[in-house]
C-alpha cells in the first residue's frame, strides 16, 4: 500500500513539485507512464538515467513494462525500488501512489547536498547499468541479518539462457560433423589401401609379362599364377 500523506506532506510536495515546472493536478495521468518520472529522475541523477530506455507508452502493460525497467536501473540504486504491486499502481494511475513515490524522492533530494552529490557512485550506477544490489534477509545462526545480493533483469537472464542453448547446439552439430568426417577419412583410408593393394598386383603381372615375353624359351617361362600367389602372401602380411 502507498504511504499516505498528511496535509503538510502534501503541501510540501506540491511546493516541490513547482520548483521542478511539474503540474502537481496532472499526476495520475502523466506519470502514470515512468517517462515523466524518468525525465524528473535525469534532472536529479544526470548519469543515472538514460532517457533512451523509456519510450513513451499508451496502454497499461507497456507503461508497466517502463515502470519495471526505471525501478530496476534507477530507483533500486538509490534505495527506493518497489514492489511489482506499486508498480501497477503507478501504471494505472492510482490516486496516492504516485504522490508517495514522490515525496519519497523529494526527501531523498533533500538530504542529498545540493550540487555535491556523490559523483563516485553516479559513476557506479552508470558502469554497472545492468546490475544492482538489494539487501535481503538471510538467516546466520539464530539470526536474521542483511546481506547485499546482486540482481539482473529477468530479460537479460533470458538472453543469456538462450545464447547459451544456441552455443550448445553449434557445439552438438559440431561434433557430429567431425564424427562424421572422421568416419569419412577412415573409409578413404581403408579404401587407399585396397587400391595400393590392386595397384601392387597389377604391377607385379604386368612386369611378369614383360619379363616371360623376353625370355620366351619353355626353360624360363615363369608360372605367373604361382608368383601372384606368392606376391598376395607378401601384400598380405
Given at each position: 500500500m502507498p504511504k499516505r500523506l498528511t496535509d503538510e506532506e502534501l503541501s510540501e510536495l506540491k511546493n516541490w513539485l513547482a520548483d521542478h515546472q511539474i503540474?502537481?493536478?496532472k499526476l495520475h495521468r502523466e506519470f502514470s507512464d515512468a517517462v515523466a518520472f524518468a525525465n524528473l529522475l535525469k534532472k536529479l541523477y544526470p548519469k543515472l538515467i538514460d532517457l533512451h530506455n523509456y519510450p513513451p507508452r499508451n496502454n497499461t502493460q507497456l507503461k508497466l513494462n517502463n515502470w519495471e525497467t526505471l525501478n530496476f536501473k534507477a530507483l533500486g540504486k538509490i534505495g527506493l525500488q518497489q514492489?511489482?504491486?506499486m508498480?501497477?499502481?503507478?501504471?494505472?494511475?492510482?490516486?496516492g501512489a504516485i504522490e508517495s513515490l514522490?515525496?519519497?524522492?523529494?526527501?531523498?533530494?533533500?538530504n542529498s547536498i545540493k550540487g555535491e552529490r556523490n559523483d563516485e557512485q553516479e559513476q557506479a550506477w552508470s558502469e554497472n547499468d545492468d546490475i544492482i544490489v538489494v539487501n535481503v534477509n538471510k538467516k546466520i545462526g539464530d539470526a536474521i541479518v542483511q546481506v547485499p545480493q546482486k540482481m539482473i533483469l529477468y530479460s537479460i537472464y533470458e538472453q543469456a539462457l538462450r545464447d547459451c542453448q544456441t552455443k550448445d547446439s553449434y557445439l552438438n552439430s559440431a561434433n557430429q560433423k567431425?564424427?562424421?568426417l572422421e568416419n569419412?577419412?577412415?573409409?578413404?583410408?581403408?579404401?587407399i589401401d585396397e587400391l595400393c593393394g590392386q595397384l601392387a598386383k597389377v604391377s607385379v603381372r604386368s612386369l611378369l609379362k614383360h619379363h616371360?615375353?623376353?625370355n620366351s624359351s619353355p626353360n624360363s617361362l615363369l608360372n605367373l599364377d604361382n608368383i601372384e600367389n606368392e606376391t598376395n602372401i607378401c601384400l598380405d602380411f
Open positions: 503540474n502537481p493536478n514492489t511489482r504491486d508498480l501497477e499502481k503507478f501504471a494505472k494511475g492510482t490516486p514522490l515525496y519519497d524522492i523529494k526527501m531523498h533530494d533533500r567431425i564424427a562424421h569419412i577419412l577412415k573409409l578413404k583410408a581403408e579404401r616371360n615375353l623376353e
